[in-house]
Nanobody, 115 residues
Framework: QVQLVESGGGLVQPGGSLRLSCVASGSIGSIYAMGWYRQVPGKQRELVARMGRGGNTGYADSVKGRFTISRDNAKNTVYLQMNSLKPEDTGVYYC?????????WGQGTQVTVSS
């Protein structure tokens, strides 16, 4: 059973940066496309960044140009670099395969963008 553990969230002022990390218990990154998802209360969880097995990336329009997804297969880790953060980026961030597999959801990491 693969487990995904997210970290790196926190409280940051608008315009600030955070880097999220997602460590997998197994060699997930070399097998699956991976994604970062954001959950905001009252809304559906949305995919904000995706990286395919070949390294191609895709982003939601709301984060394009500000967020960067990357992957280190040797460390079984997926990253999300978030720059120029906005209050609307606030939410719980999860990593998972893309498309997501229900069994792989972790606890997520809270990101709060506020002055």
């Amino acid at each position: 059973q693969v487990q995904l553990v997210e970290s790196g969230g926190g409280l940051v002022q608008p315009g600030g940066s955070l880097r999220l990390s997602c460590v997998a218990s197994g060699s997930i990154g070399s097998i699956y496309a991976m994604g970062w998802y954001r959950q905001v209360p009252g809304k559906q969880r949305e995919l904000v960044a995706r990286m395919g097995r070949g390294g191609n990336t895709g982003y939601a329009d709301s984060v394009k140009g500000r967020f960067t997804i990357s992957r280190d297969n040797a460390k079984n880790t997926v990253y999300l670099q978030m720059n120029s953060l906005k209050p609307e980026d606030t939410g719980v961030y999860y990593c998972n395969t893309a498309p997501a597999l229900g069994a792989f959801w972790g606890q997520g990491t809270q990101v709060t963008v506020s002055s």
